[in-house]
């Protein structure tokens, strides 16, 4: 993120790269980079003459050097963005020539998302020396909650910890998604609100008593009537709650209780960084250790491994996922 407000900082001075090859698996930041070049850069005037969209599965490395070869009309500059350049992939070598002697006059932008190029490699050197290379990597899953709170402080929102795993529950590691979910709670919400698991709840459509999260927090607690009203709720929804996504995440859940019995160093930090958790929810964990000693975690583990395969439909014998779900307890809390 620091390395994106350099890259709009820079350009905002006035320090624009004749070439921005914006790459890797995390799409958000190349969108927002490629979207601020093509807004910024050149006036509304300008860019009816100077600004050109190509997309990588219509073109070829000559027709974008061609485009980047020309003049600009009546302004200082023209821009050429291409999106969808990773379909370019197995010809992208060919922009080295152009970019050992880019034209000072272009500014030209690739958008090669969910790909990176070779580092070692010498069209990536001249890219990189003669204009900008700039990776954007995903994030690990205890790293967006951070991520969330950063985006929603410098548009002056706060949120609660439980809404913000909620988000990264049910929306992974996908940023795009998420940042669009938090622009829906930011039209009806003032600035200055704090998000809370209700505003998620009655906003974006999550239950925040019907969800993974509270399984797994009633499975931790030992708490077999919440554990089971949930499953029941999730067996009446099963488009909403699929059963392969809830025993991978409730078989997850186990793991990390694993890796918290085998650490040596139980210091908050260690564990919370170790578990890839938010130390919020350290003490859901906490109790769900003392209620799972490690060879009944192990056991678990091994029970779980059969139900995720039974819900892919491997020996099921036609059990229903409410029926699974069941079984699942069952094991967990025998």
Known sequence: ????????????????????????????????????????ILTEEEKGFNQSVLYGRDVSIEDIVSTAKRYPMMAERQVVIVKEAQELSRTIDKIERYAENPMSTTVLVFCYKYKTLD?????????????????????????VGDWIKRVLAGKKYA????????????????????NNE????????????????????????????????????????????KA???AENFAQNPKE??????TGLVFSFFIQLLKYHGLKDKNPKNVA????????????????????????VSQIIGSLRVIDVKSKGVGANALSNGDLLKEMLFQIFK
């Open 241 to 246: 709650n699929p059963l392969v996504m809830t």
């Open 119 to 143: 580092k070692r490699k010498k069209v990536t050197k001249v890219l990189a020396k003669n204009g900008l290379v700039y990776e954007s990597k995903k994030l690990y899953e205890n790293q």
């Open 182 to 225: 938090l622009e829906k709670l930011k039209i009806i919400l003032p600035i200055g609100s704090t998000i809370t698991a209700h505003h998620i709840e009655e906003n974006i459509g999550f239950s925040k008593d019907f969800n993974v999260f509270e399984l797994r927090k009633a499975i931790g607690e030992r708490n077999q009537l």
């Open 159 to 178: 949120i609660e910890p439980k809404a913000s795993a909620m988000l990264v529950e049910f929306l992974g590691t996908d940023l795009s998604r998420i």
């Open 1 to 40: 993120m620091d390395e994106v407000v350099k890259i709009v900082n820079d350009i905002k001075a006035g320090n624009i790269k004749p070439i921005y090859f914006l790459m890797g698996e995390e799409p958000y930041y190349i969108d927002k980079l490629s979207n601020y070049i093509e807004e910024t």
């Open 273 to 296: 960084s170790v578990l890839g958790v938010n130390p919020y929810f350290l003490k859901d964990y906490d109790v769900a250790v003392k209620n799972y000693p490690m060879k009944k």
């Open 228 to 230: 089971y009203t949930i």
